[in-house]
């Protein structure tokens, strides 16, 4: 079943969206059949269940932090992700700098917009993205390259289109700033229920769980 799930996927979405299989609750086996069938990047939620997939699957995918990630994480976050979507502080930022300089390497960013305005998630409020651009654009070893939001959930996926609608706005509202040090390339927005409503509304990475694995037992 996986394999004709990526298959089925990978030959609808438009060319230039990057699809980031979500892989969090999955087995190694399972994230190798995807990757067999064509997914090229993979997603974590955590970086435990990252390190335990990456130890068997090592870079025969790229991998994507796309949880919240715990400060005291971000060593083991640098050894492993190509890049992380969820960064989303200052003080994050600079314990990812310091990681990265230590190995000499740069790390692509996304800034994770909290886009419903939800006081217990994570992400930052709209109007505050400029300024945690402005800041991390300072750090030689980050690389901002887009945003990420998930949005509140909602029974009708139509429903989550006004919340994609003003992170795309504020996508483009950031990249005519030209800020240096920032390439506003990626909008990592939609998962299984909401994909097609973020591609029309200007995602250009979708990240995917259900619709290529099948049911989570449990969040
Ligand atoms: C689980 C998850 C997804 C994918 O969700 P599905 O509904 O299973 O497609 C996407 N993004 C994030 C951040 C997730 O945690």
């Known amino acids: 079943m996986i394999r004709e799930n990526v298959q089925k996927l990978l030959a609808e979405l438009p060319p230039g969206v990057l699809l980031v299989a979500a892989a969090k609750g999955r087995t190694p086996q399972e994230i190798l059949e995807a990757i067999e069938a064509g997914v090229q990047i993979i997603g974590e939620n955590y970086v435990q269940e990252a ?36 960064l989303d502080s ?31 998630k994570s992400g930052v409020f709209p109007e505050d993205a400029e300024a945690l651009i402005r800041e991390v654009s300072q750090f030689p070893h980050l690389k901002v390259l887009g945003l990420m939001t998930m949005g509140p959930r909602f029974g009708n996926p139509e429903d989550a289109r006004p919340y994609f609608q003003e992170t795309k706005r504020l996508f ?34 979708v990240r995917i769980g259900t619709k290529i694995f099948g049911e989570r037992l449990e969040e």
């Not at 003080?91 to 886009?115: D, F, G, Q, T, Y």
């Open 51 to 86: 390190e335990r997939a990456f130890s068997v699957i090592g870079r025969r995918a790229q991998w994507h932090m796309i949880g919240h990630l715990q400060r005291n994480k971000a060593k083991k976050a640098v050894e492993i992700f190509d890049m992380i979507e969820t």
């Open 90 to 120: 200052v003080k994050l930022a600079a314990e990812l700098e310091k990681h990265c300089a230590r190995l000499k390497r740069v790390m692509p960013v996304l800034i994770e917009i909290n886009s419903g305005r939800e006081p217990q």
């Open 172 to 205: 483009d509202r950031l990249k005519a700033l030209n800020i240096p040090n920032v390439e506003m390339k990626y909008l990592s927005m939609g998962m299984s229920n909401t994909y097609t409503i973020a591609l029309e509304e200007g995602a250009n990475i």
